[in-house]
């Protein structure tokens, strides 16, 4: 279809059933999705959903009503685009087609916690859960876990949000990905960070340093050894944590992340301090300073 004109498709919309037709307005709008038209695109999409549903098809339905949600969400209209994911869980239910199911609540969840009702996401996000653990999609299901645990930290709610990221770690070694491992046990340090466990934080920020060197970009690797030179202060290893903070602002050198650099040189004038290197730690202050204000 795509070799067939804009200006074509419309004057095929005339003569069209409706299947056709919803089939017409969804090419239509997904055209427009990717030229950013989004206005058109939202218009569009509800015609094409409305005419699979005149014309009985599930399976247009399904899609046309998630893509019209997914563009609810770019345009910022979290509580708009809730009802039209659920709407599509609805015709992927009829089709059997669990995965979708899933996915439709678990995008549900994301739209609720943008639109800051916290107890809707949860219950959206765990039963996109339930459907993945009885599909045996680990990734997916470790990725919800995190989606949950990130709210639960949003919520003040710490302990929770460890049992969380503990799910999601144990769901991403079983799918064998370990920059996934890594993802959750750096969410798990900051939850036990915010609990005043730095100690055992540490050795989390140590795995996920020895993930981010096999394969990582520097990018990555500088961000691993910032976080480790944070938790390492909390717990008093000031020389230790220079260390980390010397080898961070190398990558982010190499990976040319001003940022980065100006972060890590803020960090390291502080952890200086402690260890009685005042001027040095001033030299970096003066280093951070104009990225920071940049």
């Not at 893509?67 to 239910?93: C, H, S, V």
């Not at 020389?239 to 980065?260: D, I």
Request: net charge negative; glycine share 8%.
């Amino acid at each position: 279809m795509d070799e067939v004109s804009d200006n074509e498709l419309w004057s095929e919309l005339d003569d069209a059933g409706d299947l056709r037709r919803g089939e017409i307005l969804l090419e239509l709008a997904d055209r427009c999705y990717h030229r950013n038209d989004l206005a058109q695109f939202e218009s569009l999409v509800e015609a094409a959903a409305q005419a699979a549903e005149r014309a009985g098809d599930d399976r247009l339905s399904a899609y046309a009503r998630f893509n019209q949600a997914q563009g609810l969400m770019e345009l910022d209209r979290p509580a708009e685009a809730i009802p039209q994911f659920l709407a599509a869980a609805g015709a992927f239910g009829l089709l059997g087609e669990q995965s979708d199911i899933a996915l439709s609540h678990q995008r549900a969840g994301d739209a609720a916690a943008r639109a800051g009702d916290a107890p809707a996401a949860l219950a959206h996000w765990r039963t996109a859960l339930a459907i993945y653990e009885a599909e045996t999609d680990a990734l997916a299901g470790g990725r919800v876990h995190m989606s949950i645990g990130t709210e639960l930290m949003a919520g003040d709610d710490p302990e929770a949000a460890v049992e969380e990221f503990r799910a999601a770690r144990g769901a991403f070694r079983s799918a064998r990905s370990a920059h996934h491992v890594s993802w959750a046990d750096d969410a798990t340090a900051e939850a036990l960070i915010h609990q005043g466990h730095a100690d055992q934080a540490v050795p989390l920020l140590k795995s996920c340093l020895d993930i981010a060197a096999v394969g990582s970009s520097d990018l990555a690797r500088g961000y691993a050894g910032l976080r480790l030179a944070l938790a390492l202060r909390l717990t008093g290893d000031h020389a230790e944590a220079l260390g980390h903070l010397n080898a961070a602002r190398e990558a982010y050198v190499a990976h040319e992340s001003m940022m980065g650099v100006a972060r890590g040189d803020l960090e390291t004038a502080h952890e200086l301090r402690p260890l009685g290197e005042f001027d040095d730690s001033e030299s970096r202050y003066q280093s951070a300073r104009p990225e920071a204000d940049a």
